[in-house]
Nanobody, 124 residues
Framework: VQLQASGGGLVQAGGSLRLSCQAS????????MGWWRQGAGKAREFVAL????????LYADSVKGRFTISRDSAKNTVDLQMNNLKPEDTGTYFC??????????????????WGQGTLVTVSS
């Protein structure tokens, strides 16, 4: 089972990036998927999550109105569209899956699969 995040890069403040997480090894169709990020010297923090059939989406207050999480069950992917990026959005972004409850949540312990990160750098 593997989660592969991609799409990071360098962008100016106010710009956009789209991250994608490709799941392989099993279907994550019925699982909650989340995006997390970690800035330099900081703890990893919750960004967004999406549940089965996209019934529920949740966002950190810091990204509400700017980021959108979506999933394509046929492709086994979860994307994070990031608009109006700010320097404080800089960090390594990780995708994660909760296959135990399917609900995800705001705590790292609620996810049992993690991908490697993709680096997002927002310049001012």
């Amino acid at each position: 089972v593997q989660l592969q995040a991609s799409g990071g890069g360098l962008v100016q403040a106010g710009g956009s990036l789209r991250l994608s997480c490709q799941a392989s090894g099993r279907s994550f169709d019925r699982d909650a998927m989340g995006w997390w990020r970690q800035g330099a010297g900081k703890a990893r923090e919750f960004v967004a999550l999406i549940t089965w059939k996209s019934e529920t989406t949740l966002y950190a207050d810091s990204v509400k109105g700017r980021f959108t999480i979506s999933r394509d069950s046929a492709k086994n992917t979860v994307d994070l569209q990031m608009n109006n990026l700010k320097p404080e959005d800089t960090g390594t972004y990780f995708c994660a899956a909760d296959t135990r409850t399917g609900r995800g949540g705001y705590g790292e312990h609620e996810y049992n699969y993690w991908g490697q990160g993709t680096l997002v750098t927002v310049s001012s």
